[in-house]
């Protein structure tokens, strides 16, 4: 029970951990996108779209292209909605909040226009569903299943869980060991100082908003191909897009320590269902836990005094270099 | 000198900003191995030129010369590329990050990122120098003195052979300053071109080899130091007296208003900006503030009006009618006003400090009246009516009433700012540089308007930066140095020599006076 319980926490830590490293990608370059949940949300839309209609289009649909196509529709869908929530404040300078809050908002609005009624379109009925292409996103590695508990728990997972770690770590290990990632940081804490000694601003901006919204994107997905095995139901992927975000305050902008945080509140995301004989009502209350968990997190965080724990000085300030 | 190479030359650079010259035609040149001055008061030019040599302006016309090849900077990445590199008066620094990463942020050298060969680096060109930096440090630990240790080495570790310093020694102690002009002079030694921008006579007098004075945007000439003095040097920096041809009555009845015994002040970082301040604000009389930018002037007005802690000392407000003495120490503005004493402030940082740059001339007005009104509600139509009188009054052009005041142009801000303080009808009225980047004709309006103020039997406060406007405007002026009066002069009867030199007088001068 225990490790099933845990193995289950690993599947709701991933699109938390692809969330919650994408955020951090683009708030090291100052900008706070709050449209994560909605880009997370796109994401995966734009994931079963693409397997839907390459399924749906050929007879004998190939594996590789089952991956690569939903993989590619993904990252067009995330990294498009990056891309305009990164002309918006860093070419036009509109505020973040606004901006994210109305990209998160139209996100959820067209995958749930989409999922909902692309199957109606293409002549179809029924659920949007890719059983074909989910089943190779849920591949386990051929041995897992002898190996019992081990197995279970560390080798279940189809191969994107495994991505979300492996960028996990070479996140962190860009930001702190590479020029480009000494240069990120240096545009997200002091954008003046970053331009003075020659960098180019707008450019780290863009790329790290729209490679991290493209990774938060991989969330999305691997949460309908992998997680509820290729079906779309309206508002499925609930509000973990918003713990992403507590869970990079949690993980003090290191994406390191965001694979322990994502681990902590995928196991509060689904503790309700292991509070046994308790009842339902105690259940429910279980419920709030990753929400309670956030709030400690933002009280506790708020009141470290640690110069290296605290956002990166100029987040959610747009930069116009003739303001000096 | 004759055999030294020139490193920098600068010939007829012409920079305006709108219609404002910063620099008119001005031609330098600096060798190899010596320590050139900039000198020049606030607002001449110094600073403009320099962020031209460093790439941050491009001039309107002008040429730049490096090592005799003509260079055409247009960015801080091009002027590293002509080895010129500027450490300017706020640091650049990131905060979280420690010295070594603040010291290779921006270098793209395909060598391949090694922190450890860099901080080898740094620590090898501090040994050469003489400095004393922890290249493990980081920023947000390190006092003023050491990031500009960082900066400088960031620099030097760029390869510049040219150096400019905006008033170094402005953020440092006497001991840190010393440490500083010995590291100058072994770099002078060591054959770099090294430019310090400054106001203080005695460091110039005792760093560089050759002065250069700026004007009022113009270059005035250059000496060399061992061949001048304190006089000659502050002569060229004032120029001689033009007439403006100011209105001014003489005081009627004037009588104390305002007594400020002794205060001292410290500001956010601990650091001391007002020392021992003594003054009289006389009623019927306007009373100047002179001073090197920075002297402590907007810290004095701020104590005065209740924004800064005092950490001793009275200030003593005199009703003029009951003639009654009450102590301002420590309160809050709102403190003081329900005192009943009315006292007026334009800050410095207008759209900052004393409107609201979103919201119309209406509702900026109702920021001094918003108390009143029935229970929750406002009253607007008082602030209305004002806010119609003060634009016909003081010819203000904006479309209408309820136009952000921030479109309006800088003159018709003041001019808002202005009208609506002395509308509260003052008795203690102190405008901080309230001409500052006016024309002529707006700054005449201001003037005409204090003077209204002064014959209202007001106290008032002017703090200026124009020494001609300052002596023909005022009665009296006190003169800040440091954070300290380094002298009261009668305007009437003073000079701009006079002015300028207390301006500039050192700590030690005055503490050696006492």
Redesign the interface.
Known sequence: MIVTFLSRAVGQAIPLLFGSTGEIITEKSGNLNLGIPGIMYMGGCAGIMGAYIYEHSVAVPSPALCVLIPLLASIIGSGFLALIYSFLTITLRANQNVTGLAITTFGIGFSDFFGGSLVGMMDGDGQLSVMRSSGYFKKTLPFADKLGEVGELFFSYGFLAYVAIIIAIASAWFLR???AG??L??VG??P????????NVAKYKYLATCIGGIIAGLGGLYFIMDYTGGSWTSGGFGDRGWLAIAIVIFATWKPNVGILGSLVFGGLYIAYYYTGDLGRRVGELFKMLPYIVTIIVLVITSMRSK??N?PP?HLGLPYFREER | MSEKRIALQLKNITKSFGDKYANKNVSLDVYHGEILSVLGENGSGKTSLMNVVAGIYTPDSGQIFIDGKEASIN???DA?SFNVGMIHQHF??????NAT?NI?????DEKG?DLKKARTRIIEIAGKYGFIIDPDK?I?DMSVSEKQTVEIIRVLYRGADILILDEPTAVLTPQETQVLFDVLRRMRDDGKAIIIITHKLHEVLSLSDRVAVLRKAEYVGTVITAQTNEKQLTEMMVGVKTELNIHRDEPVNPSSRLIVSDINCKNREGVTVLKNISFEAKSGEILGIAGIAGSGQRELLEAVAGLQKIESGDILYIDPKTQEKEDLRNKTPMQIRDMGVRLSFVPEDRLGMGLVGNMGIVDNMMLRSYKRGPLIFLSRKEPKYLADEIIERLHISTPDAETPVRRLSGGNVQKVLVGREIAAAPTVFMAAYPVRGLDIGASYTIYDLLNEQKQNGVAVIFVGEDLDVLIELCDRIMVLSGGTVSGIVNARQTTKEEIGLLMTKSKEDSKNAQ
Do not use: W
């Open positions: 060991r590479t020029r000494l240069q940081r240096a804490e002091n003046a100082t970053a331009d003075a000694a020659g960098i110069k290296e605290q000085e | 960015s801080p990445k590293f650049k620094l990131v905060d979280v990050f990463e290779v942020l921006g270098i793209d990122f980081k947000y």
